[in-house]
């Protein structure tokens, strides 16, 4: 698609339930990324796709976050059980492969707002 | 690891006028990037000006520029006759140029516009 595309773009849940976030990035972007943004805080890095494989999901906070990306294209990223603290803008972002003409910049979707009751 | 600091929560400036939003980081690599982002209230994280750090000129666009100093490792943002539109968060953030690696941000800065 045009651009980096996310649903729902909010999602109220009662706490202990389980959620799911969608990212459907750029067409030709092997690069996927998710972020964490709490109210009036800046964005923390949750888990970083190449292709289907995560290299680097340090940012996971807890085990009850997992994210998986299918076809080298859309990701989910899942929370299960989820608890108040969990409530925060999801961002999604994408990029292009490395090695080609790569100017570094990731172009992000609109996120969901995920509200733990 | 790397950290970007962004010293100031909030920022205002009047219609027309110019201001610079500060933003230091800390690495020892010497090939990377740096962004500055635009985040409005509809959440989307717009990019607004790139620098590589291995180009000594300063970018430019429009009425944004920035001054890179690699050896101070500070990287400010000049916005020249701010306008209303420009009312925002702005987020600095870096990313070593190896791969896809992440982008780690800093906290933001709010910036106000007074008409």
């Known amino acids: 698609g045009a651009g980096v595309s996310q649903s729902p773009s909010n999602k109220v849940t009662e706490k202990g339930k389980d959620v799911e976030l969608r990212c459907d990035p750029i067409?030709?972007?092997?690069?996927l990324y998710w972020y964490r943004q709490s109210l009036g805080q800046g964005l923390e890095f949750l888990i970083y796709?190449?292709?289907?494989?995560?290299?680097?999901k340090s940012g996971l906070p807890s085990d009850r976050f997992s994210a998986e990306r299918t076809g080298g294209s859309v990701s989910t990223l899942t929370i299960q059980r989820t608890q108040q603290e969990d409530s925060a803008v999801y961002l999604c972002?994408?990029?292009?492969?490395?090695?080609?003409?790569?100017?570094?910049?990731?172009?992000f979707g609109e996120g969901s707002r995920l509200t733990v009751l | 690891a790397q950290t970007v600091t962004q010293s100031q929560p909030e920022m205002s400036v009047q219609e027309a006028e110019t201001v610079t939003l500060s933003c230091t980081y800390d690495?020892?690599?010497?090939?990377?990037?740096l962004f500055w982002y635009k985040q409005p209230p509809s959440r989307q994280m717009i990019l607004v000006i790139r620098?590589?750090?291995?180009?000594?000129q300063n970018a430019t666009e429009n009425r944004f520029s920035v001054n890179f100093q690699k050896a101070a490792k500070s990287f400010s943002l000049k916005i020249s006759d701010s306008q209303l539109g420009d009312a925002a968060m702005y987020f600095c953030?870096?990313?070593?140029?190896?791969?896809?690696?992440?982008?780690?941000f800093g906290t933001g800065t709010r910036l106000t516009i007074i008409p």
């Open positions: 972002a994408s990029s292009r492969r490395a090695g080609v003409t790569n100017t570094g910049e990731l172009f």
């Open positions: 067409s030709g972007h092997t690069a």
């Open positions: 796709f190449q292709g289907n494989s995560a290299p680097d």
């Open positions: 690495t020892s690599e010497s090939d990377y990037y």
């Open positions: 620098q590589e750090a291995y180009k000594q």
């Open positions: 953030a870096y990313r070593r140029n190896f791969g896809n690696e992440k982008l780690t």
